[in-house]
């Protein structure tokens, strides 16, 4: 059972827009830690998405933004593309007993 | 551009140690933390822990009475030790650089999949 919750799939043609939400609480995202976001073809190492909730690393296209409100937040994908299948994670900071370094059970997303 | 390669053991026994190291090239030991993460089949990603330049030491609750993670500055390694390894043990280990402000994983290793198996 994951500390931040994640719909465990979402889809989508390509050219279309999807969010992947992530849900937390007042132990996470809800105490202000930021949420990051990872992308993880098959078979390879997770990859950097979105750090600090909104911010994109160089080289990452900027139809993938991320926001955070609350105790949630969303990774959107916009102008779907086929090379977008993949898993995708959200990750934050936890201050209670589930430790330091908290993700979420992961959202397959499948490009139709 | 920092790069990660890892290696270690890929079969194990119950009750055996597993054991990983990670090289860093590239990039300095200074101003991060250098994490492990495990994935087990199928499911989604778990920390383990971490250490710093100073041997400072995070680890997750759940694993902490079996972990320990150290770093070796002269060789730009750093290392996994996890003992009484079980078949709930059985993962992808990746070794990650964290950002010590932000707390996410700029950069990732290879990968390691540990098989526990009698």
Redesign the interface.
């Given at each position: 059972q994951?500390v931040l919750t994640q719909s465990p799939s979402v889809s989508g043609a390509p050219g279309q827009r999807v969010t992947i939400s992530c849900t937390g609480s007042s132990s996470n995202i809800g105490a202000g830690?930021?949420v990051?976001w990872?992308q993880q073809l098959p078979g390879t190492?997770?990859?950097?998405l979105i750090?600090?909730n909104t911010n994109r690393?160089s080289g990452v296209p900027d139809r993938f933004s991320g926001s955070k409100s609350g105790t949630s937040a969303s990774l959107a994908i916009t102008g779907l593309q086929a090379e977008d299948e993949a898993d995708y994670?959200c990750?934050?900071?936890d201050n209670s007993?589930?430790?330091?370094?908290?993700?979420?059970?992961?959202t397959k997303l499948t490009v139709l | 551009q920092v790069r990660l390669v890892q290696w270690g053991a890929g079969l194990l026994k119950p009750s055996e140690t597993l054991s990983l190291t990670c090289a860093v090239y590239g990039g300095s030991f200074s101003g991060h933390y250098w994490s492990w993460v495990r994935q087990s089949p199928g499911k989604g990603l778990q920390w383990i822990g971490d250490v710093n330049l100073g041997g400072n030491t995070n680890y997750n609750p759940s694993l902490k009475s079996r972990v320990s993670i150290s770093v070796d500055t002269s060789k730009n390694h750093f290392s996994l030790r996890l003992s009484s390894v079980t078949a709930a043990d059985t993962a992808v280990y990746y070794c990650a650089v964290k950002d010590t402000v932000g707390y996410y994983f700029h950069y990732w290793g290879q990968g390691t999949l540990v098989t526990v198996s009698s």
């Open positions: 994951s830690y930021d990051h990872y190492a997770p990859k950097l750090y600090g690393p994670y990750q934050s900071y007993l589930s430790g330091h370094v908290v993700f979420g059970g992961g | -």
